[in-house]
Each structure stands twice: as C-alpha cells, then as structure tokens.
C-alpha cells in the first residue's frame, strides 16, 4: 500500500514529571526520566484514546472533556512510573495489588484534596462576605464571581508556596525545557541543545492557559446553575459534572488562542496564563532540554513510522 504522510505538522504537548518530560502525539507517548547516573531512559506506547473507538468524542465541544480526562491519566501514570525508574524501583515489580490499592487511595485523597481546596473553601470564604456584604448573595453573577476569584486566588497561592520546594523547582526546569523544545519543533527548527537553548520557557499553549480559561467560563456556568441559595452539598454535586461542559469550552477557546496568538485582544485575553507561567517554569540546563529531545524525537519517529504503514 502507497505510504500516506501526514498532512500537516504533527501536534505535540507533554508535561513535566519527576526528573523527565512526557509528550504526547496524537497516537503516541513517551516518557524521558534523567536518572541519578545521568543517563536518560525513555519508554514510548500507543495512547489508547477513547476518540479513536468512538468517533462522535472528535466533535468540538466534547473532545476538551476528552482530552482533559485522558491527559490527567496519562499524567498521572507518567509521574507515578518517572518516580520510580528515578527512584531505581522496577515498575513492573511494584505491580501488585498493595501498589495498586495505594494507588487507588492516593487518587481518592488527591479528588478529595481538590474539592476541599477550590470548591469548599471559596464557597465558605463568600458566606463570610455575605455576612458582612448582604448583597453578596443576593446576586448569582456577583457571588460566583467573587467563589471563582477565590478559587484563582487558593490556586496561585498554592502553587507560588510549592514552588520554593526545591524538588517542584526541577520539575519546573523540566516543564521550562519541554516549552522550549515544542518551541523549536513548532518552528521546524532541528531538535538540537543550540537551536532549543534561545527560545522561551513560556508557551501560549499550556495547560496553565487553559486552567484560567476555565475559570472564566466556569463564571459563567455557575451563575446559571448555580445560585447562591445553594448549600454546599448541592454545589460540589452540581459543580463537578458542569466540568464537562466548561472543560469543552475552554479546549474550544484555547485552540482559537493559539490560532489567532498575534491578535491584539487575544493577547490580552491570554495575558494572565502566560504571566502565571513565570512561576511554573523556570530555565532548564542542558541535561534537562536533551531529555525533553529524547521525549520529542520518541514520538514524533513513531508518528511518522505510524504514517508510512497506513
């Protein structure tokens, strides 16, 4: 059969894990973990996306929620194997139903974590507004404005204390070398240490970008759905499947950003994630940019190998 080559450039996105990067193509994976002897181990499979069985999940819309569900999977399998072939530990040896079970349970408390951090406590910091601001929860735009505002503002706290563990900082250096590496690829540079080193740490098309997206929205969902009349048992049950929809939304939104990144009003609109990467990377060091090479190079050679065997 006459090989078929890809139309267009092959998108990428990755995120940085424990001492490596993941990327991710639209068929593939790849894992690059430096570890403590300086050599770079690389593991590389197919992503099993649930689009590929079921084509109505493609649709603009419903794709986002897509997306965002398989890349905290995928996200957090990567950091869960990174820290382990860092660490030495075999990965298939740690599978057992202990690992697993500890697994299950870290996941639980992470959910829980999340739900206690930006849905119950904003929720209750604008009950303590209301008391003193009568009006506060009178209005369902102004109330949720003022949760949401206290969601960005838990958010940016958390990560801005995290970020002085030095352990967060190399994760950061590595998030650093991943954008400078799609970078280069993005301008069909050759993924080499000197043509990566001069390109910046911070790129329109973060998922850093899409969470203040999410917030945005999430405005405007939760002042239709949910009214301030509301106690808090109802909020988190409505709330997190309205993450569906806002999810979509923002996929949609952020894929129209990185189309249109020069436009002016763009710009501005985008201007508040970009400024939040300032803290999320950092500048990597050139162990750090050949190992997101390595992750890069991984997938984009099995994309290409997928493409000539259509």
């Given at each position: 059969?006459?090989?078929?080559k890809?139309q267009?450039?092959?998108?990428?996105g990755?995120?940085?894990?424990?001492?490596?990067?993941?990327?991710?193509?639209?068929?593939?994976?790849?894992?690059?973990?430096?570890?403590?002897?300086k050599?770079?181990?690389?593991?590389?499979?197919?992503?099993?996306?649930l689009?590929?069985?079921?084509?109505?999940?493609?649709?603009p819309?419903?794709?986002?929620?897509?997306?965002?569900?398989?890349?905290?999977?995928?996200?957090?399998?990567?950091?869960?194997?990174?820290?382990?072939?860092y660490?030495?530990?075999?990965?298939?040896?740690?599978k057992?139903?202990?690992?697993?079970?500890?697994?299950?349970i870290?996941?639980i408390?992470?959910?829980?974590?999340?739900?206690?951090?930006?849905?119950?406590?904003?929720?209750y910091?604008m009950?303590?507004?209301?008391?003193?601001i009568?009006?506060?929860?009178?209005?369902?735009?102004?109330?949720?404005?003022?949760?949401c505002?206290?969601?960005?503002?838990?958010?940016?706290?958390?990560?801005?204390?995290?970020?002085f563990?030095?352990?967060?900082?190399?994760?950061?250096m590595?998030?650093?070398?991943?954008?400078?590496?799609?970078?280069?690829?993005?301008?069909?540079?050759?993924?080499?240490?000197?043509?990566?080193?001069?390109y910046?740490t911070i790129h329109?098309?973060?998922?850093?970008?899409?969470?203040?997206?999410?917030?945005?929205?999430?405005?405007i969902?939760?002042?239709?759905?949910?009214?301030?009349?509301?106690?808090?048992i109802?909020?988190?049950?409505?709330?997190?499947?309205?993450?569906?929809?806002?999810?979509?939304?923002?996929?949609?939104?952020?894929?129209?950003?990185?189309?249109y990144?020069n436009?002016?009003?763009?710009?501005?609109?985008?201007?508040?994630?970009?400024?939040?990467q300032?803290?999320?990377?950092?500048?990597?060091?050139?162990?750090?940019?050949?190992?997101?090479?390595?992750?890069?190079?991984?997938?984009?050679?099995?994309?290409?190998?997928?493409?000539?065997?259509?």
């Open positions: 059969m006459k090989s078929k890809p267009k450039k092959t998108n990428i990755g995120q940085a894990v424990i001492e490596g990067v993941l990327m991710r193509s639209p068929h593939f994976y790849s894992i690059a973990v430096c570890k403590k002897n050599k770079i181990f690389n593991k590389s499979g197919r992503v099993n996306s689009s590929d069985k079921y084509k109505f999940l493609k649709l819309f419903i794709r986002g929620f897509v997306v965002l569900y398989e890349s905290l999977i995928l996200g957090y399998k990567a950091l869960d194997y990174s820290a382990n072939i660490e030495n530990i075999n990965p298939a040896k740690k057992s139903n202990k690992g697993n079970f500890e697994n299950i870290a996941f408390i992470s959910i829980l974590f999340a739900i206690i951090l930006f849905i119950i406590i904003p929720y910091l009950r303590l507004i209301e008391v003193k009568k009006s506060a929860g009178q209005s369902s735009i102004f109330f949720n404005l003022g949760i505002i206290f969601k960005i503002s838990v958010f940016l706290l958390y990560i801005w204390a995290i970020s563990l030095k352990d967060i900082k190399r994760i950061f590595f998030h650093g070398a991943e954008h400078k590496t799609i970078f280069a690829y993005e301008e069909s540079k050759k993924l080499n240490y000197n043509n990566i080193k001069k910046p329109p098309r973060c998922g850093t970008a899409f969470i203040f997206i999410t917030f945005v929205i999430s405005i969902f939760f002042a239709i759905f949910l009214p301030p009349k509301f106690n808090i109802y909020r988190i049950l409505i709330e997190i499947p309205l993450i569906i929809p806002i999810a979509g939304i923002s996929y949609e939104i952020l894929k129209l950003t990185d189309l990144k436009n002016l009003i763009i710009k501005i609109f985008i201007f508040p994630g970009l400024a939040f300032k803290i999320t990377t950092m500048q990597p060091d050139k162990l750090q940019i050949m190992t997101a090479i390595k992750a890069a190079q991984t997938v984009l050679n099995l994309e290409k190998k997928y493409y000539q065997n259509k």
